[in-house]
C-alpha cells in the first residue's frame, strides 16, 4: 500500500491543473481499498459556471461514475485543502471510510477550523480523518495563487 504522502502529491497534481486553468488550486483523489486511484478532481467552479464544482465533488462524481455507484464504501477521498460545509455532506453521504487533507481552511473549514461535522451524532455513517497531510505544499500553492490575484507577494486567506 502506498503513503497518504503518495495519493496527497497526486491531489497536489489535480490542484496545479486548477491553477493553469486559473481556478483556486485544489485537488483531490479517490483511491478504493486497493490503493487504486479511482476518481479526481480540481476545483473549476468558474469553468463550469457551477458553484458545486469543488475538487472533492468533482473527485467523487468521478469514482462514482468509474464504480457505478454512488457509495464509496472503503474508499479515501485525499484532498489539499479541509473540506467545507458542502464537500463535508457529500463525503458523508457516499459513505467514504476515511479523509485525508492538506492545508486547514480557517474560514469555512468543516473539519477542525469552523466546525467537525464529521463528529456529530446524528449521522449514520462515520469519516475516519487525517489533516496536514503536505499542508505546507497545498498552503504554499495557495498562498501564491492569491497573491499573484492581488499582485503581491504577501499570503492570503486559502478560499
Not at 504522502?5 to 483556486?24: C, I, K, N, P, S
Not at 478532481?41 to 459556471?49: H, S
Amino acid at each position: 500500500m502506498r503513503s497518504d504522502e503518495f495519493y496527497m502529491h497526486r491531489a497536489l497534481d489535480q490542484a496545479r491543473q486548477g491553477l493553469a486553468a486559473g481556478e483556486v488550486p485544489v485537488g483531490a483523489v479517490v483511491v478504493n481499498a486497493e490503493g487504486e486511484i479511482v476518481g479526481a478532481g480540481y476545483n473549476a467552479p468558474v469553468a463550469g459556471c457551477d458553484p458545486s464544482a469543488h475538487a472533492e465533488i468533482r473527485a467523487l462524481r468521478d469514482a462514482g461514475a468509474r464504480l457505478g455507484n454512488y457509495r464509496l464504501d472503503g474508499c479515501t477521498l485525499y484532498v489539499t485543502l479541509e473540506p467545507c460545509l458542502m464537500c463535508t455532506g457529500a463525503i458523508i453521504h457516499a459513505r467514504l471510510a476515511r479523509v485525508v487533507y492538506g492545508a486547514v481552511e480557517p474560514r469555512t473549514g468543516m473539519v477542525e477550523s469552523r466546525a467537525n461535522l464529521f463528529a456529530q451524532p446524528w449521522y449514520n455513517h462515520r469519516v475516519v480523518v487525517e489533516g496536514g497531510v503536505l499542508a505546507t505544499r497545498a498552503s504554499r500553492l495557495l498562498k501564491a495563487f492569491f497573491a499573484e490575484r492581488r499582485g503581491d507577494q504577501g499570503g492570503a486567506p486559502t478560499s
